[in-house]
């Protein structure tokens, strides 16, 4: 049966604008910095188990990831690593809090288009400062009825986000690129949850795809949203 959506809710990183890029090429320059210490490959993967540990303790976001970055640099040096080395890791940490932001394909068409007709609301984790830096930077600020900041993105977030911003999670939909943070728990809320596919993705936020949920979607950028929700109403 049709439903008719009244909120739409958008994830920010890697849906609307890039983001993974700018952590993949940071890490490129932490190998490089730390090259003459340990390989590439284990490096990473200590990095990663670092961030892991310290999402509880900092939270999502650059700050965070620098802080994983300067813990792993003492690790696998054994506690040698040179303060030059350090500083460079501030200041690449540095240089992804000041980069400029890049609309993805379709993201402002998609918003501008659906704010004439929904509820839009901007429903992004991470820190709190650099998230606001990065929507107002984006000039899609005054098109959303709702920024909702967060530190996880649960069923429980969701269904409150969509209470305060409509009349609930069953007649809402989230669209984003994570199927672990944007799909999953939207869906487990009640609401519509539609996945953008990146093509870059974090190692963690991958989760399988609820494929026979009746309310999983995919689409293969945001030119798609607007048709897709309007089959979903008629």
Request: zero cysteines; hydrophobic letters at 40%; glycine letters at 6%.
């Amino acid at each position: 049966m049709p439903v008719k959506l009244q909120t739409i809710g958008f994830d920010a990183d890697d849906t609307l604008w890039q983001n993974e890029t700018f952590f993949r090429i940071t890490q490129a320059r932490f190998a490089e910095l730390l090259a003459d210490f340990t390989e590439r490959d284990h490096l990473m993967d200590r990095l990663l188990q670092a961030e892991k540990r310290n999402i509880g303790r900092y939270g999502f976001g650059i700050k965070g990831f620098m802080l994983s970055m300067i813990e792993t640099a003492i690790e696998v040096t054994d506690h040698q690593v040179p303060a030059s080395v350090i500083s460079e890791i501030l200041a690449a940490g540095q240089d992804m809090l000041s980069h400029p932001i890049h609309l993805l394909p379709h993201a402002q068409t998609a918003v501008e288009t659906l704010a004439d007709s929904h509820r839009i609301v901007l429903i992004t984790k991470g820190d709190l400062l650099d998230q606001e830096r990065k929507l107002a930077q984006s000039g899609l600020g005054d098109l959303f009825h709702g920024v909702e900041i967060v530190s996880h993105k649960t069923p429980a977030i969701y269904a409150s986000a969509f209470a305060r911003h409509g009349t609930g999670p069953e007649s809402a939909m989230m669209v984003g690129n994570s199927m672990k943070s944007d799909v999953v728990p939207a869906i487990e809320a009640g609401a519509f949850g539609t996945y953008v596919p990146h093509g870059l993705t974090w190692e963690l936020e991958h989760a399988d795809a609820p494929d026979t949920h009746p309310r999983f979607r995919e689409i293969s950028d945001l030119s798609a949203l607007p048709a897709l929700i309007d089959s979903i109403e008629t």
